[in-house]
Nanobody
Framework: QLQLVESGGGLVQPGGSLRLSCAAS????????IGWFRQAPGKEREGVSY????????YYADFVKGRFTISRDMAKNTVYLQMNSLKPEETAVYYC???????????????????WGQGTQVTVSS
């Protein structure tokens, strides 16, 4: 079965950290760009960060720059999102997605994703 599986979500206090994982099964991520997205209740989905598995190039949305880090482990076929200094307004379901596209194109056309994960809940609250 071809799928992406997110893990690592949970409850964290404001200012805390979490590391999300996005693991692929049934296919290799080598030629994909992986994006992390989030959707809070009543809000539209937004792109958070992207990484090219091919060359490691990355992109961060302005609202996470300096606090979030995206990385890849080719051997484990997995992408990570390290999230530091989390804020209550970042409470959302976080999704990863994979697209056979450049980082730029995937940013402009998130619906070009070939695969989506089921999402993992991140709650930032005291």
């Amino acid at each position: 079965q071809l799928q992406l599986v997110e893990s690592g979500g949970g409850l964290v206090q404001p200012g805390g950290s979490l590391r999300l994982s996005c693991a692929a099964s049934g296919f290799t991520l080598d030629y994909y760009t992986i994006g992390w997205f989030r959707q809070a209740p009543g809000k539209e989905r937004e792109g958070v960060s992207y990484i090219s598995m091919k060359d490691g190039s990355t992109y961060y949305a302005d609202f996470v720059k300096g606090r979030f880090t995206i990385s890849r482990d080719m051997a484990k076929n997995t992408v990570y999102l390290q999230m530091n200094s989390l804020k209550p307004e970042e409470t959302a379901v976080y999704y990863c997605a994979a697209a056979k596209a450049s980082v730029l194109l995937f940013r402009l056309r998130p619906r070009s994703a070939d695969y989506w994960g089921q999402g993992t809940q991140v709650t930032v609250s005291s």
